[in-house]
């Protein structure tokens, strides 16, 4: 079964960057999604952004213009990076592949906006 392993969260003030990294225990083929969510406390767990195949890239309109994803396919990596993050943005943030119809998670690393 795949594994899912995140890396980069941490603490950052206002208006600051981070980039997240999401490592696959397998190969992830490119027509398979992957993609990043986050859950703050006392909300659901919500699409932050998402790459499937050659399509271009989804966002949530909160993260429309100062987050990217990208995919490392031939290390079987995906990536968020994060910049003019705001208070609003902190969260446990989750990495999230489709394959074959099965769906993996990972088990999230914290980011914190805050002075």
């Known amino acids: 079964q795949m594994q899912l392993m995140e890396s980069g969260g941490g603490l950052v003030q206002p208006g600051g960057s981070l980039r997240l990294s999401c490592s696959a225990s397998?190969?992830?083929?490119?027509?398979?999604?992957m993609a990043w969510y986050r859950q703050a406390p006392g909300k659901e767990r919500e699409l932050v952004a998402r790459k499937r195949g050659g399509r271009d890239p989804e966002y949530a309109s909160s993260v429309q213009d100062r987050f990217t994803i990208s995919r490392d396919n031939a290390k079987n990596m995906v990536y968020l990076q994060m910049t003019g993050l705001k208070p609003e943005d902190t969260a446990v943030y989750y990495c999230?592949?489709?394959?074959?119809?099965?769906?993996?998670w990972g088990r999230g690393t914290q980011v914190t906006v805050s002075s």
């Open positions: 397998e190969r992830v083929l490119s027509t398979d999604a």
């Open positions: 999230y592949v489709r394959e074959s119809g099965s769906e993996y």
